[in-house]
């Protein structure tokens, strides 16, 4: 079983992560994990905090010379911001500024001091943080490399930011370049024009604005998951770990709610056999029964406005219960194109989860002979 851990508050000295339960000898390229800390960091829309970091994933154990040892792999993102805030963060001492006593609507602050019994909300807020995706986003891009070896990749788009839709008929390597080269995430460069004058104007509101991303994953060989029990499903591993992810509100898998508006000859994918067992369609998302069947995995995901407005929400102040405003925490505008690389690290993970559940082993010897033997198996099905 692949397992981690993060720890940090947003601004904090790190943010750490620790996974246990990589094999060895899965090579391990720094530089890849940089790059998907880079694009976690960019999108139109973002606030000030990302023009004051530069992330970089400091790995610190479980790998030597580039490869894996099957040892717990420690990672260390730095806060550059810090230094700005040692004085009220230390652990030793903090000078007790910038108290939070008027939470955000949509935010953790109100329920979090409530539970933790925290009556300076910034304590809540500093693990609430999506900085901590960004330990997320280390952790997804180590665990990728193990499927990335036998042939697995992962794309993501942004589909919708408020208003404005990127429509996609063909999903192509052309699609996808466009989008890893736009600031919003689409495809399509009108709709990339209209989805950035659209944040312009929300942010002329002083509001915020969200969207919806996707995650296709491909080259995965069918019967990762399983149907024999329901916490063995992958849809539903993977659903739980995007969900978790702050601020998404919303979950599907391929033809997603819309399954529920037609009749079953439209939402089922015909099998045909064309020297392997395919789909006509894929309106599945490339699960059934809990399954991966060989089809793309698709995984959409919705993400709500961020709660932080800079025309502020009504709230109540909880040193005297007086109707304030919500307090203003630097944020940003639209952080749905960082979301995408969010979402696609969740999903690496579980992926990477369920085949070491079902090619597991402690080095990637053990794991490469487990899978190709079931390659030959299935091909004879
Ligand atoms: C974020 C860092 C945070 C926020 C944002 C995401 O930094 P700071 O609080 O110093 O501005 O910009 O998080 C939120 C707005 C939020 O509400 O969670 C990051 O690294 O992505």
């Not at 911001?81 to 939470?103: F, H, K, L, Q």
């Not at 689409?186 to 919806?212: C, H, L, P, W």
């Not at 005297?320 to 307090?327: C, G, M, P």
Request: aromatic share 8%; proline share 3%.
């Amino acid at each position: 079983m692949l397992r981690f851990f993060t720890a940090g508050e947003t601004h904090g000295p790190c943010l750490t992560a620790i996974i246990e339960g990589m094999p060895s000898g899965v090579k391990i390229d720094i530089q890849k994990i940089n790059a998907e800390l880079k694009r976690r960091q960019g999108g139109y829309g973002r606030g000030g905090r990302m023009k004051i970091e530069s992330d970089r994933a400091e790995i610190l154990s479980g790998v030597r010379g580039g490869y894996t040892l099957g040892s717990p792999i420690t990672i260390r993102i730095e806060n550059k911001d810090w230094a700005n805030w040692s004085d009220i963060m230390g652990a030793e001492y903090s000078n007790g500024e910038r108290t939070v006593t008027c939470p955000r609507p949509g935010h953790a602050d109100l329920s979090g001091g409530m539970k933790y019994a925290h009556r300076d909300l910034r304590n809540v807020l500093e693990r609430a943080s999506a900085r901590e995706t960004a330990a997320r986003v280390a952790v997804g891009a180590v665990a990728r490399q193990l499927i990335e070896a036998f042939g697995a990749e992962l794309c993501s788009r942004v589909v919708r930011i408020g208003e404005i839709e990127d429509k996609a008929d063909i999903l192509d390597k052309a699609f996808y370049e466009r989008v890893y080269a736009s600031e919003v995430g689409f495809g399509n460069a009108e709709a990339e024009r209209a989805a950035m004058a659209y944040i312009d104007s929300v942010k002329e509101q002083g509001r915020t604005v969200g969207g919806v991303v996707e995650t296709v994953a491909t080259g995965l060989v069918p019967g990762l998951g399983s149907y024999v029990h329901y916490d063995r499903k992958l849809d539903a591993s993977i659903a739980s770990a995007v969900m978790s992810i702050q601020a998404i509100k919303g979950v599907e898998f391929g033809m997603g709610f819309g399954v529920g508006e037609v009749d079953g000859g439209a939402v089922m994918d015909e099998i045909i056999y064309n020297g392997e067992y395919r789909r006509t369609t894929n309106n599945a998302g490339g699960i059934e029964g809990g399954m991966t069947n060989g089809e793309p995995i698709v995984v959409r995901a919705a993400m709500k406005p961020i709660p932080t407005q800079y025309s502020p929400l009504k709230t109540v102040d909880i040193t005297d219960r007086s109707e304030k405003s919500a307090s203003v925490e630097r944020s940003d505008v639209c952080a749905v194109p960082a979301c995408a690389a969010v979402v696609e690290a969740a999903v690496a993970f579980e992926l990477a989860n369920a085949f070491l559940e079902k090619f597991g082993g402690d080095c990637m010897e053990d794991i490469t002979a487990s899978y190709n033997s079931y390659k030959d198996r299935i091909k004879n099905f």
